[in-house]
C-alpha cells in the first residue's frame, strides 16, 4: 500500500515525522508494522506549539511544488505519523514526491 491515495483535490500521504532530525530532508520510505507505507520526513526544528507540523507543511510543498497554503494536517497533530492533505494535480504530486523520496 503507497505512502500516499488520491483525494477529491489532490493526494492525501501518511508522513512519519522525526522532529529535532539535525536537517529538513525527506529520507524515503519506510513500512510500517501494519504493513502501510509512510513518507519519512525529518526537520530540524522540536515538536513545541506545532513548529514541526509547519516545518513538514513547508518541506512538503517544497517538494510537491505547490504553495505551503495548499498543503494541510488532516490528522495526527501530536502523533509521529501524521496525514497531510495536499491540493493540486493528483498525478503531478505523486511524481513530484516519489521522485522526492528516491
Do not use: H, Y
Not at 510500517?32 to 513547508?58: C, H, M
Amino acid at each position: 500500500m503507497p505512502f500516499w491515495s488520491e483525494s477529491a483535490d489532490g493526494l492525501e500521504i501518511r508522513v512519519r515525522v522525526t522532529p529535532k532530525g539535525g536537517r529538513d530532508a525527506i529520507d524515503g520510505t519506510a513500512a510500517l508494522s501494519d504493513g502501510r507505507e509512510v513518507l519519512k520526513v525529518r526537520v530540524r526544528v522540536a515538536p513545541e506549539d506545532g513548529a514541526a507540523n509547519a516545518a513538514v507543511t513547508k518541506l512538503l510543498a517544497a517538494a510537491a511544488g505547490i504553495a505551503a497554503s495548499q498543503v494541510t494536517l488532516a490528522a495526527g497533530a501530536t502523533a509521529r505519523v501524521k496525514t497531510f492533505r495536499l491540493k493540486g494535480d493528483m498525478a503531478a504530486l505523486r511524481k513530484a514526491l516519489e521522485d522526492a523520496a528516491s
